[in-house]
């Protein structure tokens, strides 16, 4: 019989409807319950994708004697991390702070005032390697609640108060200058791989926003080891197996230094984010490898994540059905020769193997490879390995699928949306930017609200339950923003502002300009997130900032842009100590520096030949964070066409930063010049 999870529209929540543990949603009924029946509650947060979120499920979840266990004496709580990051976020603080780690499947023991006082990750069926089994540590925690109350309650209100006092250090509201730009240069040459490319060991997760850093310092200032550490990076990943040579995409990391195994989950907010920083690395050197793998990994997320009502799906498992039954991770990516051999013939297998690296001993697990181009792609015919790879992909996907995590996440939806439009834009792919409109109309329709309040997830065109946080507003108003610029269209430029509005007024702390990951009307959690740094994406705060910047920009608006400014004083305080974790911050601090730079781009009708190439060749400027607005003389679309004539009747473009402007200009050379210098 379903339990209670099986009304949720979360699919991890989904996946644990079946188990005979009487889960709860988190809700303010389930501790209620815990009060009642005078019981703590068992907090297990995971996600999805994650694979042993997947093997404690099957071990402990699935397993009828544990699930009598857990219901007998606990309030058992299930949370989907990537539909409640405010609630992960409190309590992995609390894991990490008691253990020196942590991780998903995330296994916390909380009273019924929602106050932690026992914490874990993974734990195994039967005591193995040091660790408990988790029968063990659910009779520990029994005994202690029931023998050693006091105790227990001792060491919850510790850990509150400890949490409580653990404010980020703001930094001031200075913002970051050349100095500090120049000290996280600095400190990520010291952490720079110069053999693999990226930056410390391993694993080794793709560094996007540090590239995104790199390539703005060096747009910038001109500074050739920027732009070669970003290039070597993007390359080693490229050729690497952290992407898929066949189908296109970046899986979530790599166990190893060399790119070479990937944990195979494919994540939405890396593969945006990845294909708006390789579609920039092209603007910004040419390269073909660059613009190849920003069209692929663009075409992977519209052909494997896009859901039916326009949005885009949270990720790919990284466990499949490896054919005889099994859940195994990667089955679904990684060959041996004999495959290559059963597929292509043996000529051509010989060819596939060599190129790809696929070897009789393997790369990965049992004789089988992670396919990757250690030798580079100018070593054999193009044609030939194009009838390679089609007929692998072909033969591929005839083996079982990894799962799909449906959810829509508005966040991830809006760094797609910003990496959409300008691949489009920028490789004449309309269809591309059709994608991206489709997902912000789609989170226009179903995630806002009549007063502009987004709704962090849906699923099948039903919003989920939960509001909307901190990165869920910066990275919708970063979407539309790009949006607006691609397109032309201003009520993207409106509901951007109507985003951000809601950052002013309800994220950020009036005094300082800090700003908090939930809203000061959200629900109270035993400490109210904040987080400046950096992780898998940009951090809200950083996200927040770099949105108000582009806003204020395209809108002349002071408040946002001295919210933004406010909010970069921690960039400054953190970039030359820890730049890996506040890559974005720094981004932002270049676009800061150089201004951003204001373009208008003015012509007859948007569909004029002429106006569409000096539209393009703005997008195209590497200035940093530089914003366009586009639309014909007299429009009131953008505040920034206002009073922009023609020059000569011909479309005509002009660039302005700091309150000063070029003179306006019909030529795409002069332009493109004043948008690289």
């Known amino acids: ?76 709580v299930k949370v ?264 292509l013939g043996e000529e051509d297998a010989g060819l596939a193997a060599e190129y790809f690296g696929v070897t009789e001993e393997g790369t990965f697990e049992e004789g089988a490879s992670v396919l990757r181009l250690p030798q580079g792609e100018s070593v054999v015919d193009a044609g030939r390995i194009g009838s390679v790879r089609r007929r692998l992909l072909e033969a591929r996907a005839r083996r079982p699928a990894p799962g799909r995590d449906d959810k829509v996440v508005a966040a991830w939806n809006g760094l797609a949306i910003a990496a959409l439009a300008e691949t489009g834009a920028y490789f004449d792919r309309p269809d591309l930017v059709e994608a991206a409109v489709a997902a912000a109309d789609l989170l226009v329709r179903l995630h806002l609200d009549d007063a502009a309040r987004l709704t962090r997830t849906s699923k099948d065109g039903r919003a989920g339950a939960n509001a909307g946080v901190l990165e869920d507003y910066a990275d919708v108003a970063e979407g539309f923003l790009a949006l607006a610029s691609v397109t032309g269209e201003g009520v993207w430029l409106e509901f951007a502002g109507f985003l951000l509005d809601h950052v002013l007024v309800r994220f950020t702390d009036a005094g300082s300009g800090a700003l908090y990951d939930t809203a000061a009307d959200a629900e109270q959690l035993i400490r109210r997130p904040q ?50 974790f506040v890559g974005w911050g720094l981004a932002v601090a270049e676009a800061l520096l150089d201004g951003p730079r204001e373009v208008a781009v003015v012509g007859p009708a948007l569909d004029d030949p002429d106006t569409r190439a000096l539209h393009r060749t703005a997008l195209l400027g590497t200035a940093p964070g530089a914003v366009v607005a586009y639309g014909t003389e007299g429009s009131d679309e953008f505040p920034l066409l206002a009073d922009r004539p023609l020059a000569d009747g011909a479309p005509t473009a002009y660039v302005c930063r700091n309150f000063t402007c070029d003179a306006p200009t019909t030529d795409r050379e002069r332009l493109r010049a004043a948008l690289t210098r």
């Open 1 to 76: 019989m379903p339990n209670r999870l099986a009304h949720e529209t979360s699919p991890y929540l989904l996946q644990h409807a079946e188990n005979p543990v009487d889960w709860w949603p988190w809700s303010p009924e389930a501790f209620e319950e815990a009060r009642r029946r005078d019981v703590p509650v068992l907090l297990s947060v995971g996600y999805s994708s994650c694979h042993w979120c997947h093997v404690m499920a099957h071990e402990s979840f699935e397993d009828q004697a544990t699930a009598d266990v857990m219901n007998d004496r606990f309030v058992s």
């Open 80 to 343: 989907d991390r990537e539909e409640r990051p405010d609630v992960d976020a409190v309590y992995m603080e609390a894991v990490q702070a008691a253990t020196g780690q942590g991780g998903w499947p995330m296994t916390v023991f909380l009273t019924p005032d929602a106050e932690p006082f026992y914490f874990g990750t993974y734990f195994p069926p039967a005591p193995r390697g040091g660790m408990p089994s988790f029968r063990q540590v659910l009779e520990g925690v029994h005994h202690a609640w029931t023998d050693r109350r006091d105790e227990v309650a001792d060491v919850a209100g510790k850990i509150v108060r400890d949490l409580a006092g653990r404010e980020v250090s703001f930094g001031g509201t200075e913002v970051p200058g050349e100095q500090e730009l120049a000290q996280a240069l600095l400190g990520l040459t010291r952490e720079y791989d110069p053999q693999r490319g990226g930056f410390g060991g391993a694993p080794k997760f793709p560094p996007s926003m540090v590239v995104e850093f790199l390539l703005r310092h060096h747009a910038r200032t001109g500074a050739e080891g920027a732009l070669q550490m970003a290039a070597d990076t993007c390359e080693r990943m490229a050729r690497g197996g952290l992407y898929d040579q066949l189908g296109g995409g970046f899986a979530r990391y790599s166990v190893d230094r060399d790119w070479t195994v990937p944990h195979f989950e494919k994540m939405l907010y890396d593969n945006a984010l990845l294909c708006r920083v390789y579609a920039h690395l092209w603007r910004a050197t040419g390269s073909a490898l660059a613009r190849r793998i920003a069209l692929e990994t663009a075409d992977f997320m519209v052909r494997e994540l896009r859901t039916g009502q326009g949005g885009f799906a949270s990720a790919l498992d990284a466990d499949s059905d490896d054919g005889s039954g099994r859940h195994v991770e990667g089955a679904y990516y990684v060959w041996t020769p004999a495959q290559l051999r059963e597929v």
């Open 531 to 580: 987080d400046p740094t950096d992780n898998a994406v940009p951090s809200g705060w950083s996200a927040a900032a770099g949105a108000l910047l582009g806003y204020a920009a395209q809108t002349g608006s002071e408040p946002h842009r001295t919210a933004a400014e406010r909010a970069l004083g921690v960039v400054r305080a953190l970039g030359p100590r820890v730049p890996r």
